[in-house]
């Protein structure tokens, strides 16, 4: 058996998927030749971009006045992409950013180059969240505490936020917020696939990936048609989402073998029942670990309960002194990758969809059976 990889990303694949890539890696479906050789223009890999489309639209229920692009440059070349793309929808430029971690910060900082780009919020406070003292980056903002300009071309967040363990599913509708015309862009990147996202909410979604979609490479951008076309001169013709979408993907030679790969994924989540099922499956995992360092006092989990991570799970020993040798255990024990993000420090599990119940339940006999030996 493989080891369990609690990798944040790039991380685990389905061994199903992994198996199947490998049998055709040389000869994809009597062509007589890899994914990797073929032309992107070419029936045959026309044929696995419309399939891994088709799939993707169905798995995510994606209605039919979105556009669905396949880019490159992951989700940090988005940071760019997304300002240079939208701010110019508004004679105003402006965009605002709620602030909740690492991965949305380096989004707000970027987009300052294109325009003027406000913080709607924060969570990078110490601050009183529903009765508990929560330190900063460890909470959401409530939207009720947003404010965003009426005027901005789009407001952005980051639903999961990889590093810190912080996820906020519950998106407002805007209207509510007062900027009807404000469409919410959210970097899903390291939750994707991993529960349903509701349309009506948003005007763009972006992914990469290698953490929850298939392997490094290949960017997944969900827009709505009514926000393509205004791209800023200074935008990279090949990351004009009016370019990328005339062209079905096919502006330029899109990342085929990580489309390839996520299109086999998108096979596997199908077979395992869809979203849905997924998404039991993630709230069973995740149960299961937060139930377990609940009920510790040897490792502590410090993220506010109602913004816990399905996907991200950051935990601390008490002792910080063992870090060291539960890392060397972990890995003796056939559990890979468990060491913390440096700037959050302790340890972080990634449970993904690819990571049954059941490297769950390995982690968390390991981690009594740790605390048996040190606690
Ligand atoms: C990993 C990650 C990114 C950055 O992805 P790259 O592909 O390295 O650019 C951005 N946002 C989130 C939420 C991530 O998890």
Not at 37 to 49: A, C, D, L, V
Not at 79 to 102: C, E, F, Q, S, W
Not at 132 to 143: G, L, V
Request: with cysteine; net charge negative; charged share 20%.
């Amino acid at each position: 058996m493989r080891p369990w990889n609690f990798s944040a990303g790039p991380s685990a694949l389905p061994l199903e998927v992994l198996q199947h890539a490998a049998a055709e890696m040389t000869d994809w479906h009597g062509s007589g030749m890899s994914v990797m050789e073929m032309s992107h223009r070419g029936k045959q890999f026309t044929q696995i971009y419309e399939e891994a489309l088709a799939d993707l639209r169905e798995l995510l229920q994606v209605p039919e006045e979105f556009d669905v692009l396949f880019m490159q440059g992951g989700a940090s070349a988005q940071n760019a992409i997304v300002p240079l793309n939208l701010i110019g929808r508004r004679d105003a430029r402006k965009a605002d950013y709620v602030l909740a971690g690492i991965w949305s910060n380096k989004s707000h900082k970027e987009a300052q180059r294109y325009g003027d780009i406000a913080v709607a919020a924060s969570s990078g406070a110490q601050a009183d969240v529903d009765g508990r003292t929560q330190a900063p980056w460890t909470w959401f903002p409530k939207p009720a505490d947003w404010s965003v300009r009426a005027d901005a071309s789009y407001l952005h967040i980051c639903s999961n936020e990889t590093i810190g363990g912080v996820e906020f599913p519950d998106w407002p509708d805007m209207k509510s917020l007062g900027a009807p015309e404000v469409p919410l862009v959210v970097d899903v990147s390291s939750h994707f696939l991993s529960r349903s996202i509701d349309f009506s909410k948003v005007g763009m979604v972006y992914a990469g990936a290698q953490k929850n979609a298939g392997p490094a490479g290949v960017t997944m951008v969900i827009v709505r048609k009514e926000l393509i076309g205004h791209a800023l001169p200074i935008c990279p013709s090949a990351f004009d989402y009016a370019n990328v979408s005339a062209a079905g993907s096919m502006f330029n030679t899109p990342p085929t073998y990580a489309m390839y790969m996520a299109g086999l994924v998108f096979k596997w989540l199908k077979k395992q029942g869809g979203i849905a099922s997924m998404e039991a499956a993630n709230i069973a995992k995740a149960r299961a670990l937060y139930d377990y360092l609940d009920g510790s006092s040897f490792y502590v989990s410090t993220v506010h309960p109602s913004y816990r991570s399905r996907m991200n799970v950051p935990f601390f020993l008490k002792d910080e002194s063992l870090n060291a040798a539960f890392l060397e255990g972990a890995d003796a024990a056939d559990l890979r990758q468990l060491r913390g993000h440096k700037s959050v420090g302790g340890m972080r599990a990634s449970i993904y969809n690819a990571l049954p119940l059941e490297a769950v339940q390995a982690l968390i006999s390991y981690m009594q059976d740790f605390e048996r030996r040190h606690g």
